[in-house]
């Protein structure tokens, strides 16, 4: 009952937010200024989607867990994320409105999702960017809607999964067959990363980001379906690791990227395999637990916090 709660009022105010806030927005106001369009969108974005951290934290009582680095409010960053399950994606939410950008966030995602009922066209409107997994296709849609992100003062969060799907073992099998015959990283936890797309991203954008985050999400007991969202079940306890790089620490040709996005997947892997091991990242607690003011006001600042240590791999 408390899942199917959760569920009725998440797609209830979806749905008013979608079919009558949203469309006016972004139609009227762009015909005005694209930079207010934006900033207006996600602000309504931001208040409707604040239900979801709050559904997640306080209703179902999933833990979630931070650790690594702790970063700073209201920055304008490219986030690379490993794709253990369906439902990763909504889990950044957390990390998002604990730093006042919730509004911000926009995922590059499969085509097939722009076609939802009703949810497609909010995914539009948001300005996701779809992809069909053949390059060709994707390379001029991709560097299009990625350069009307280029303007500083608009805030960006651009999510993206280089791995390309969701993690499973028959996955995993095939991506370590491939790995093995030409000559990559053998990876476990992970699949091998696709490349392209995190370069085009990071050359679009260089200049205007202020950092890129490398996160890795792992569950301390199972990983969780949608379905177990909605029923409120799993998971019990999410762990997220955030490295930050400085954009102005990130390799400057494409090539230069390739390779350290490359050893940033061996690096997870190996993180990976940690937690497997003792059931947590290193560094925890750089985050507070969510209070339920802050799902009310979304627009909230991070209150300052110790900066830890940093061990990418644990010893």
């Given at each position: 009952?408390r899942?199917?709660?959760?569920?009725?009022?998440?797609?209830?105010?979806?749905?008013?937010?979608?079919?009558?806030?949203?469309?006016?927005?972004?139609?009227?106001?762009?015909?005005?200024?694209?930079?207010?369009?934006?900033?207006?969108?996600?602000?309504?974005f931001?208040?409707w989607?604040?239900?979801?951290?709050?559904?997640?934290?306080?209703?179902?009582?999933?833990?979630?867990v931070?650790?690594g680095?702790?970063?700073?409010?209201?920055e304008?960053?490219?986030?690379?994320?490993?794709?253990?399950t369906?439902?990763?994606?909504?889990?950044?939410?957390?990390?998002?409105?604990?730093k006042?950008?919730?509004g911000?966030?926009k995922?590059?995602?499969?085509?097939?999702?722009?076609?939802?009922?009703?949810?497609?066209?909010?995914?539009?409107?948001?300005?996701?960017?779809?992809?069909?997994?053949?390059?060709?296709?994707?390379?001029?849609?991709?560097h299009?809607?990625?350069?009307?992100?280029?303007?500083?003062?608009?805030?960006?969060?651009?999510?993206?999964?280089?791995?390309?799907t969701?993690?499973s073992?028959?996955?995993?099998?095939?991506?370590?067959?491939?790995?093995?015959?030409?000559?990559?990283?053998?990876?476990?936890?992970?699949?091998?990363?696709?490349?392209?797309?995190f370069?085009?991203?990071?050359?679009?954008?260089?200049?205007?980001?202020?950092?890129?985050?490398?996160?890795?999400?792992?569950?301390?007991?199972?990983?969780?379906?949608?379905?177990?969202?909605?029923f409120g079940?799993?998971p019990?306890?999410?762990?997220?690791?955030?490295?930050?790089?400085p954009?102005?620490?990130?390799?400057?040709?494409?090539?230069?990227?390739?390779?350290?996005?490359?050893?940033?997947?061996?690096?997870?892997?190996?993180?990976?395999?940690?937690?497997?091991?003792?059931?947590?990242?290193?560094?925890?607690g750089?985050?507070q637990?969510?209070?339920?003011?802050?799902?009310?006001?979304?627009?909230?600042?991070?209150?300052?916090?110790?900066?830890?240590?940093?061990?990418?791999?644990?010893r």
């Amino acid at each position: 009952m408390r899942g199917l709660i959760c569920l009725l009022v998440y797609l209830s105010t979806a749905f008013m937010f979608l079919v009558y806030f949203a469309p006016v927005v972004a139609v009227l106001t762009r015909l005005f200024s694209v930079h207010y369009s934006r900033k207006t969108t996600s602000f309504l974005f931001a208040l409707w989607l604040a239900l979801w951290p709050f559904l997640f934290e306080k209703i179902n009582g999933t833990k979630v867990v931070f650790s690594g680095d702790l970063v700073p409010p209201k920055e304008r960053v490219l986030i690379i994320a490993n794709h253990r399950t369906e439902v990763d994606w909504m889990y950044l939410w957390d990390l998002a409105l604990r730093k006042g950008c919730l509004g911000y966030i926009k995922y590059i995602l499969k085509s097939s999702l722009m076609k939802l009922p009703v949810f497609g066209w909010g995914f539009h409107i948001l300005e996701f960017i779809s992809v069909e997994r053949n390059w060709e296709v994707d390379e001029p849609v991709m560097h299009q809607m990625v350069s009307t992100f280029k303007d500083p003062q608009d805030p960006l969060w651009l999510a993206l999964f280089p791995e390309g799907t969701d993690f499973s073992e028959q996955k995993c099998q095939r991506s370590q067959k491939f790995a093995n015959e030409v000559g990559l990283p053998v990876l476990k936890n992970v699949l091998l990363p696709k490349t392209r797309g995190f370069c085009l991203c990071l050359e679009v954008l260089r200049g205007s980001l202020d950092a890129v985050y490398d996160v890795s999400i792992a569950y301390k007991h199972q990983l969780p379906t949608f379905l177990d969202n909605v029923f409120g079940t799993d998971p019990s306890e999410v762990h997220i690791h955030v490295r930050r790089i400085p954009a102005k620490e990130m390799p400057a040709s494409d090539s230069e990227a390739a390779s350290w996005l490359m050893d940033r997947f061996q690096l997870k892997d190996r993180l990976l395999s940690d937690f497997k091991a003792h059931g947590h990242f290193p560094d925890e607690g750089i985050e507070q637990e969510l209070s339920t003011l802050r799902c009310l006001n979304s627009k909230n600042r991070a209150s300052p916090q110790r900066q830890p240590p940093y061990s990418e791999v644990p010893r």
